[in-house]
Nanobody
Framework: QVQLVESGGGLVQPGGSLRLSCAAS????????MGWHRQAPGKERELVAT???????NYADSVKGRFTISRDNAENTVYLQMNSLKPEDTAVYYC??????????????WGQGTQVTVSS
């Protein structure tokens, strides 16, 4: 019902930066939480960062101080600014939005994933 379109991934050198974007294909009535997860080949998907409707943020210890999650409510978009990237950050990154598309219809949707590769 709601498609999340991700962009911004790519190849970057260690120490470099990328900004990931995730935009909903339609307006969302109410957003509870937006977040980013990542999954490296052969590994479990892990939480990277979340931001709530009240703008409270939460980060995995591995990215604290380097990544920043933000949102643009008017555009139903969530961003992940990734600085000081390390090779260990290499993974497919997935955005997630939990909320309501109407007063009676809850939602929990995931983006298609975008590849982030950190390598020299």
């Amino acid at each position: 019902q709601v498609q999340l379109v991700e962009s911004g991934g790519g190849l970057v050198q260690p120490g470099g930066s990328l900004r990931l974007s995730c935009a909903a294909s339609r307006s969302i009535f109410s957003i509870n939480t937006m977040g980013w997860h990542r999954q490296a080949p052969g590994k479990e998907r892990e939480l990277v960062a979340t931001i709530t409707s009240g703008a409270s943020t939460n980060y995995a210890d591995s990215v604290k101080g380097r990544f920043t999650i933000s949102r643009d409510n008017a555009e139903n978009t969530v961003y992940l600014q990734m600085n000081s990237l390390k090779p260990e950050d290499t993974a497919v990154y997935y955005c997630n939005i939990v909320g309501y598309i109407s007063a009676l219809v809850p939602m929990d949707y995931w983006g298609q994933g975008t590849q982030v590769t950190v390598s020299s």
